[in-house]
Structure formats: C-alpha cells, structure tokens
C-alpha cells in the first residue's frame, strides 16, 4: 500500500472520529436541556392544585378538622345563646320579684299596720322614739300608696291621702329622727285623725 493511500485512510479515520465526537457533545446537550426543562416542569407542578388537592406550598387540611371546627363553632354559638336566654330570665324573674315586693298591700292590711302602732308610745329623747316615729312614717307612707293603688280609686280616700300630703310637705322630705321628733305632734295627730277617718269609713277598705 502506497504512503498516499495511507494517509488517505488516515484522513478519513479522523473525520469519522470528529464527526463522532459532534454526535456526542450534542447529545449531552440535549439531554441537559430537556432535564432543565423537565425540572422547571416539576418545580411549577409543585406549587399548583392537583386533582388531588393543593400542592406543597399550600398546607392540606383534612376533612375531620373542619369538621371539628365547625361543630366547635356550633357548640360555642348555642352555649351562648344558652347564656343570653338564661340571663334574661333570670333579669325577667329579678324584675317580677321586685315589682312583687313593691306593690301596694291592700287598703285594709295597710291600715291594720297604722293601727298596731295605736297602743305605742316614746318620750321624746328616748332611745326608742327613733324606732317608733319612723315606724308611724312608715306605715303612713304604706297606707298613702296602697290608698293611691286602690281599684275604687284615690277619691274613696280622698281625706286620709290629703292629710298625709300636708304631713309630708311639713316634713319637707326629711324624715331623720330629730325631724321627726320636732314634728312629733304632727306625725301623730296625721296618725290618730286618719285612723278616727278610717273606723267611720268601714265601707271604704273592708
């Protein structure tokens, strides 16, 4: 074999080798490039909703704990519902309570309360007038309000509700017991007239 048809040969050994190594630099090319875009592809997978429920980046909460929460919601909702029915019988039971206790005794039973201080008496200064004299208001006061609550009407008791107005403007709203005592003669004569009133009245509160 000749020289020349040696390096012919030789010529032609080197093209494939070159064309072999072009084959291959582009195949690991390609490769690296469809491995970044498939990674790219996963990396945007990851943070979308799947058909199976929301991707990495959005926390999955399960079924049951919304579940539990709602009926937690629920429970808290009727609890205090509970307590706000519960607080405003209790204010309606209060109110009626109240109003019990401040209505007017009948006519007679507040007069049989004038009556029983009749028989009682105090020496003016005495430790006991604070007691008395206040009860003697008092019940004056009572018969006053019962008197004015009446179903016949004020105008069955038109004198007695008259003398214990002039009593309680003689008062002046002061009703400690030193004033009580300075008017003494006419917290007790307001007592004795009405009660004098009274026993010709029968009619009137029996």
């Known amino acids: 074999m000749s020289i020349r048809s040696i390096r012919s040969i030789g010529s032609i050994g080197s093209i494939g080798s070159s064309r072999s190594a072009r084959t291959d630099a ?46 937690k919601a629920a429970d808290d909702a009727a609890a205090a519902k509970d307590a ?61 309000k019962s008197m004015k609550a009446d179903a016949q009407g004020p105008g069955h008791f038109k004198e007695p509700i008259a003398r214990i107005a002039a009593l309680r403007k003689t008062l002046n709203g002061d009703t400690s017991t030193d004033n009580l005592e300075k008017h003494r003669s006419e917290l007790i004569g307001t007592r004795d007239r009405i009660n004098t009133w009274m026993q010709g009245h029968p009619e009137d509160y029996r």
């Open 84 to 144: 706000k029915d519960e607080a405003k019988a209790n204010a309606e039971a209060a109110e009626a309570a109240e109003a019990e206790r401040n209505r007017p005794v009948a006519v007679r039973d507040a007069f049989a309360g004038l009556q029983a201080t009749l028989n009682d008496n105090c020496t003016p200064g005495s430790s006991n007038c604070a007691y008395f004299l206040g009860r003697v208001h008092d019940e004056l006061a009572g018969l006053d």
């Open 26 to 71: 582009r195949g690991a090319a390609t490769a690296v490039v469809a491995a970044v875009v498939l990674g790219a592809f996963l990396v945007g997978c990851s943070g979308a909703e799947t058909s199976q429920g929301p991707g990495g980046e959005v926390p999955y909460v399960a079924p049951s704990a919304n579940a539990a929460a709602a009926s």
